[in-house]
């Protein structure tokens, strides 16, 4: 069984970097027709995509948050990860990762990690 | 980037009762790739429906997808009390995946 595992920082101070995590088990990440993404969810809201990064490591923006996103991954550690920079109150949200089955929905999904940004 | 609005935003209904939840997109969505999850408290989502109409792997065939182009419908023909929850739909034919704003299907 496939299983995804955030961790990560769950407060950050306003204009620093947002750093997250995601732990993948049960699945080969550098093979298959899949994708590796992060979704995030403000409290309340509804799901917001963020990304997708490739196990070549090519990556796809949500064009709102393209200037301040880096993504990367390490398939010998099955793991890739999220860098959110300039964070601000409105980053404050569930961050999700999830498995991107080609051509582009989601089959398993980690549990969440809730991010607040806060002084 | 394509814009998907899901109506009703609350759906009140009893269990055994139908449930239809639509999903109008802002341009055609390629080759019906859209899908549906479901959502309750304090869960990630869980993927219902993929290619409009395909079932995931083990979900129950009271919920069923259809439509095509830009607009798309869920349907439960009857609640059962596990499936009162959130339900957002996402399109995936153009590279910048977006999500429904969701219908939350509640216990009337």
């Known amino acids: 069984q496939v299983q995804l595992q955030e961790s990560g920082s769950g407060l950050v101070r306003p204009s620093q970097t947002l750093s997250l995590t995601c732990a993948v088990s049960g699945a080969s990440m550098s093979s298959g027709p899949y994708t590796w993404s992060w979704i995030r969810q403000p409290p309340g809201k509804g799901l917001e995509w963020i990304g997708y990064?490739?196990?070549?490591?090519?990556?796809y923006y949500s064009r709102s948050l393209k200037s301040r996103l880096t993504f990367s991954i390490d398939g010998s550690k099955r793991q890739f990860s999220l860098m959110l920079n300039s964070v601000t109150a409105a980053d404050t949200a569930m961050y999700y990762c999830?498995?991107?089955?080609?051509?582009?929905?989601?089959?398993?999904w980690g549990r969440g990690i809730l991010v607040t940004v806060s002084s | 980037d394509i814009v998907l609005t899901q109506s009703p935003g609350t759906l009140s209904l009893s269990p055994g009762e139908r449930a239809t939840l639509s999903c109008r997109a802002s341009?055609?969505?390629?080759?019906?790739?859209l899908a549906w999850y479901q959502q309750k408290p304090g869960q990630a989502p869980r993927l219902l429906i993929y290619?409009?109409?395909t079932r995931a792997t083990g979900i129950p065939d009271r919920f069923s997808g259809s439509g095509s182009g830009t607009d798309f419908t869920l349907a439960i023909s009857r609640l059962e009390p596990e499936d009162f929850a959130v339900y957002y739909c996402q399109q995936y034919g153009t590279s910048r995946k977006t999500f429904g704003g969701g219908t939350k299907v509640e216990i009337k």
């Open positions: 341009q055609g969505v390629s080759s019906s790739f």
């Open positions: 290619g409009a109409s």
């Open positions: 990064i490739q196990h070549s490591g090519s990556t």
């Open positions: 999830a498995r991107e089955l080609l051509p582009g929905y989601f089959d398993f």
